[in-house]
């Protein structure tokens, strides 16, 4: 078998029918004037790095390679998408507006006010915006940061805040803090109950364990990568109800437009002085996640297209720019940008409800719909992001559920159980490998991941199997021009050859974030460690106080289930006073009952309670198997 990192032939044809096909329109230019136009410099400084001297963002590996035409393995719409991501720098979008791109996976857009700027998302981290905020004073002028508008949920959006503002600006009045109504609710909600599933599955995403070259990561479409760093949050001082309003910040005034879209508190920011307007992640320069492949609730695909098409009545805007990829320049092709995003994110919804109610499942929708000419030839829905093929799984999760319908599905075997049964059925494991190894020269890499796929439930060890669908995943990603699938394979080849990264994962545990969490949110993730099988027999209340404070609320162990509860409970068994951090770091899992202790903890009671719930806690894994399929906490291999 050839080296599993070589381009197939069929990868390689693939390729080059795609510089051929008709529904690419390669002479079409436009996007590389937009995404360069306005270019105030282009930082050649080497990679962003953190206190420690740890690399947050890369500037050096990207430019190493994204140039020129593009390599056998990757696909020419990625790279065209990639060399597009890669114009970076502060660019200045008209008069009174910057925005610096491609030093984040996320874009900071800044309009100039009276006495200063306000800032529209400060990234990520900050150590980004930080760099960020210095493009900005370095060749525009130095300026305090008057207000900060978070546009949505995303810690991609918000971040950074601290690398451009302090908690003193805020509390003084020097800066205003702007979001919409439940902004604060969701982002506690997206960093406590599944937090802790989710990493794995981003890193596959993202690719976040892949090398920066050719035949590793080589953008997400968003951007080029998540980037590291000190993830912050400062709250809210102004939120804008789902009705929207006008506010004037230091002598600019703003229409907020209340937009559920791509999050369900999207927020939508007219600047009629600049013609401008901002569309938080409704719209950008790729096909939307109506689901995510890394994993969250399906959003609300009709809703998202309204948002859309009710940002058609800002008909002075000259310039839209959002939260990730280049801007679009000119009235009428904002016009015509919009009301194809809109026609897109809406006919994925229709014709996805369509056909099921024509009695589809979702494989078959998926395998079936295609866009009609007209969408499949825009560049702005290509999936580079989402993809019709996931897209309308989510869809059609979000009004149905996981359940197709068909009662053969509705109580399946597992997979370990469902794979060996399978293979006993072909004639063994052995049989199996002999012909995945023909329809691997064949090149039916799909199937040849499936049907290994069973062998490697069956037998997670088996070398012969994961290194051949290691190769079949390569080819795949190869061949991928959804970036986010492209890693995913890529990731799936990784473990399956040398298995689960090495060392501690950072979950970047957003402190800020944790430190505005009641005890009730904190105890509810807490109770999703619980082990049942350990805790049947057990039975107690267990008070949590917030020291100084009257913050508290009380969690009831009975029948394997944690109740939570707000206030205190007179009969409780013990009564824990302690800080808010300190809460949040054993409710995570980071400290046990040792780290709780100091003059600011207090404990009146049965104080063995706590260890006895702290026995019946698990402690998540910093990275669970995906393509390998070890065996997972408690499981025996039967």
Request: hydrophobic share 40%; charged share 20%.
């Amino acid at each position: 078998m050839r080296n599993p990192d070589d381009v197939s032939p069929h990868t390689a044809n693939a390729h080059h029918a795609a510089c051929c096909d008709p529904v690419f329109n390669w002479q079409d230019r436009q996007d590389f004037d937009f995404a360069s136009r306005g270019l105030v410099h282009r930082p050649n400084d080497p990679d962003i790095r953190d206190q420690d001297g740890n690399i947050v963002w890369h500037h050096e590996q990207f430019e190493a390679f994204l140039k020129g035409d593009a390599p056998e393995t990757v696909h020419p719409s990625l790279w065209r998408h990639a060399l597009l991501n890669n114009f970076r720098g502060l660019f200045k979008v008209c008069d009174g507006v910057w925005q610096v791109r491609g030093e984040s996976l996320a874009n900071a857009t800044f309009v100039e006010t009276l006495s200063g700027y306000i800032c529209i998302d400060p990234l990520t981290t900050v150590e980004t915006a930080r760099y960020a905020l210095k493009l900005l004073y370095d060749h525009v002028g130095e300026r305090p940061i008057v207000g900060m508008i978070y546009s949505h949920t995303h810690s991609d959006h918000f971040g950074g805040v601290k690398g451009m503002i302090t908690d003193e600006d805020v509390a003084e009045g020097r800066c205003v803090v702007v979001a919409s109504d439940g902004f604060t609710e969701w982002v506690l909600k997206e960093q406590g109950m599944a937090a802790e599933g989710m990493p794995s599955r981003n890193d596959y995403m993202y690719g976040e364990n892949l090398e920066v070259s050719t035949t590793g990561i080589v953008d997400t479409g968003l951007g080029q990568m998540i980037e590291g760093g000190e993830v912050t949050y400062i709250e809210p001082t102004h939120v804008i109800g789902k009705e929207g309003g006008k506010m004037t910040i230091d002598g600019v005034e703003i229409e907020f437009m209340f937009a559920p879209g791509e999050s369900p508190t999207g927020m939508h920011c007219n600047f009629p002085q600049h013609k401008l307007l901002h569309c938080a992640d409704n719209c950008y320069m790729c096909l939307h996640n109506v689901y995510t492949i890394r994993g969250a609730f399906p959003r609300d695909a009709m809703q998202w297209a309204d948002s859309v098409a009710r940002s058609l009545q800002f008909e002075n805007t000259e310039y839209l720019v959002s939260g990730h990829n280049w801007p679009v320049f000119g009235k009428e092709n904002i016009k015509k940008f919009l009301g194809e995003q809109r026609d897109g994110i809406k006919f994925m919804h229709d014709q996805t409800l369509r056909m099921m109610s024509h009695g589809f499942v979702p494989s078959e929708i998926a395998n079936e719909i295609k866009f009609p000419p007209s969408l499949a030839r825009l560049w702005h829905l290509r999936g580079y992001y989402g993809s019709l093929k996931h897209n309308v799984r989510g869809i059609y999760d979000y009004y149905l559920g996981w359940y197709d319908g068909n009662p053969a599905t509705l109580d399946a075997l597992p997979p370990r159980e469902l794979a060996r049964r399978t293979l006993d059925y072909m004639g063994g494991v052995d049989a199996v490998l002999e012909r995945a190894k023909v329809d691997f020269e064949a090149s039916d890499y799909r199937w040849v991941v499936h049907i290994l796929d069973h062998v490697i439930w069956a037998e997670p060890d088996n070398m012969k199997a994961r290194q051949l669908a290691a190769a079949a995943h390569t080819q795949m990603g190869y061949g991928a021009e959804n970036p986010t699938w492209r890693n995913a394979y890529l990731s799936a080849a990784n473990e399956l050859r040398f298995g689960l990264p090495h060392g501690e994962k950072n979950h970047r545990v957003l402190r800020d974030v944790l430190k505005g969490m009641s005890p009730l949110l904190l105890m509810n993730s807490l109770s999703i460690r619980l082990n049942g099988s350990k805790a049947a027999d057990r039975a107690f209340v267990i008070n949590w106080q917030i020291s100084g404070t009257s913050e508290a609320c009380h969690t009831e162990l009975s029948n394997a289930v944690l109740n939570n509860r707000n206030g205190l409970d007179p009969s409780a068994d013990l009564t824990i006073r302690l800080p808010r951090l300190m809460l949040s770091e054993f409710a995570l899992g980071q400290i046990g009952v040792d780290g709780i202790a100091g003059i600011d903890v207090s404990m009146s009671g049965e104080k063995s309670v706590l260890s006895d719930l702290a026995d019946l806690l698990d402690t998540f894994p910093a990275w669970f198997p995906i393509a390998t399929h070890g065996l997972k906490f408690g499981e025996t291999d039967q």
